[in-house]
């Protein structure tokens, strides 16, 4: 059928008894989309008149960030990055009488040689404190000041037996520190903390200082806390190239010949569910939840999509019983699972929303969710995730039913809420497949108002929203509007009602 500015009525009004109960998504600015300016466990710490630090970006080795310190002269005090506590997620101590190797790579230029006095070094050091509060010790690497600048990135790293703690630490920081009199500049980068022949030492997350606030990661090939990033997601970046919003998006580039199968991804930190909707709501037990994030796609390999299950990218969800920063791994039985979107068909594809459905587990004692973007085992190419949302739907379905992989069944297109309307409301479609789809607002008269979706669209749920203008911009009078999906899979047509 073409797609015309005039529409003829009357017209069949297709009807699906839903039952849904809408809820306001919650977009995430701060932790949602990746416009942070600081790295996520990061601070920092002191900076001195004269001293400047930045989350930089001219030099680093992996994930497109280092932590970098600009000391043209001495300062009146030390310059600083320093880590939040780095026991968190999946362990709440570093233990005792294990052996860690812990370091960082660096890289300098034009630094002061050959220090004779503390405050004239530049140094990491690893802190450690009990669950007391009393303070075990430290280990301190100072930075190789023999030679003004460095060739390329160098490893500083304690030797073996330097750092065996006689008690679990339960609050370990990292700093990155220049005395007052050091001079120069210095990026540390790709923190490394992990223990020695194959020893569990707890984690240090997020040792590449490439994620922003709120977010942290998981990349082959052994996560990412020994420093070694490889088979593709050493490519993994924050990035201008592309965003849905603002100005930056999350990019993975997965080479042809990568090894398999490695999946990984990088997460929203665990958020207590009363952070994750706005004021005045609140998830409860049993509540259907939609995840929702938007993904452009290019260099893509379709007929390995269509061969391989796992050639995909999707998203995870995790609950928690809490996300204390010494709760540790404390996920809920049945509560992880990881979904694969269904992309289009083609080698790229421009800015799209993808949706998966989750339920709160009952009577589990679930308080927090955690929300990862992930590429799977066998994807090839290179996909941009931006603007993750959540919308809690309550104690109903969302309106449409689901298959196993949380594919519609079938293709509808629910009542606006609200109806009626001023001058916002919402629209809900579901494909059960890959389609091209028109969603667009009629008058009465028949006459074309707005068009809210002209493009392909993968199987899954959608939300729309109109404000109430037509295509100029111009806010539209009270009265009857009419909208209509249309696609392959046939046309639907609904009534709402503005009042102003």
Same mark, same amino acid.
């Given at each position: ?5 005039? +529409? ?31 790295? !996520? ?7 001195? =008149? ?17 932590? &970098?310190?600009? &000391? ?17 997620? @999946?362990? =709440? ?12 790579? $660096? ?14 070094? +530049?140094?990491?050091?690893? /802190?450690? +404190?009990? =669950? !007391? ?47 007052? %009199?050091?001079?120069?500049?210095? +990026?540390?980068?790709?923190? $490394? ?11 240090? *997350? ?8 709120? *977010?942290?990661? @998981? ?21 201008? #190239?592309?965003a849905h919003t603002g100005t930056h998006s999350l990019k993975f580039t ?26 005045? =709501? ?13 993904? &452009?796609?290019?260099?893509? *390999? ?48 421009? *800015?799209?929303?993808? %949706? ?48 196993? /992989? ?9 009542? %606006?809420?609200? %109806? ?13 497949? #890959? ?13 074309? $108002? ?12 959608? /939300? ?9 911009g111009n806010s539209v009078g009270s009265g009857m509007y009419f909208y ?17």
């Amino acid at each position: 059928m073409s797609r015309t500015t005039h +529409w003829m009525w009357p017209v069949l009004l297709v009807t699906f008894a839903t039952g849904l109960a809408f809820a306001q998504a919650t977009d995430l600015p701060s932790v949602g989309g990746f416009e942070g300016t600081l790295p !996520s466990y990061w601070t920092m710490g002191n900076q001195p =008149s004269g001293a400047t630090l930045s989350w930089a970006t001219d030099q680093f080795r992996s994930l497109g960030h280092s932590l &970098k310190i600009v &000391k043209p002269a001495a300062t009146a005090d030390t310059a600083s990055w320093i880590s939040q506590n780095m026991c968190d997620i @999946w362990s =709440s101590t570093n233990p005792k009488n294990v052996d860690i190797l812990l370091g960082a790579y $660096v890289k300098t230029q034009g630094v002061n040689m050959n220090p004779s006095t503390n405050d004239q070094r +530049w140094y990491i050091a690893y /802190d450690f +404190w009990d =669950s !007391s509060g009393v303070f075990i010790g430290e280990t301190k690497l100072p930075i190789d000041q023999s030679a003004a600048s460095s060739t390329g990135w160098v490893a500083d790293t304690n030797i073996a037996g330097a750092t065996v703690l006689g008690r679990d630490s339960w609050t370990t920081i990292v700093k990155f520190v220049a005395g007052k %009199n050091a001079t120069g500049t210095v +990026w540390a980068d790709d923190f $490394v903390f992990y223990g020695r022949a194959g020893a569990w030492a707890g984690q240090d *997350w997020n040792t590449g200082v490439g994620v922003p606030t709120g *977010w942290f990661y @998981w990349l082959q090939p052994n996560g990412g806390n020994d420093g070694l990033l490889n088979d593709g997601f050493e490519n993994t970046i924050v990035t201008t #190239e592309a965003a849905h919003t603002g100005t930056h998006s999350l990019k993975f580039t997965m080479p042809v010949g990568r090894a398999t199968p490695h999946d990984g991804w990088v997460a929203l930190r665990p958020m207590n569910f009363a952070d994750l909707m706005p004021v005045g =709501s609140v998830i409860k037990d049993g509540d259907s939840l939609q995840l929702s994030v938007w993904v &452009k796609g290019m260099a893509l *390999w379709p007929d390995s999509a269509a061969k391989y299950g796992d050639w995909a990218v999707g998203m995870s969800r995790t609950f928690y019983t809490s996300n204390d920063n010494h709760s540790g791994y404390n996920a809920i039985a049945s509560g992880n699972t990881d979904y694969t979107f269904t992309l289009p068909s083609a080698t790229q594809f421009d *800015w799209q929303q993808f %949706n998966i459905g989750a339920r709160v587990p009952s009577g589990k004692g679930a308080k927090a969710m955690q929300i990862g973007l992930h590429v799977f085992n066998r994807f090839i190419g290179t996909v941009y995730f931006d603007d993750v949302t959540v919308t809690d739907l309550g104690g109903v379905t969302t309106g449409v039913a689901l298959n196993k /992989d949380n594919v519609p069944k079938q293709y509808a297109l629910l009542q %606006n809420y609200p %109806n009626p309307f001023n001058p916002t409301t919402n629209i809900r479609f579901a494909l059960p497949r #890959e389609s091209y789809v028109t969603l667009i607002i009629y008058n009465v008269l028949g006459q074309k $108002v707005r068009t809210l979706v002209d493009n392909v669209r993968a199987a899954g749920i959608y /939300d729309v929203s109109w404000d109430g203008r037509d295509a100029g911009g111009n806010s539209v009078g009270s009265g009857m509007y009419f909208y209509r999906l249309e696609s392959g899979q046939g046309a639907i047509v609904k009534k709402m009602l503005m009042l102003k």
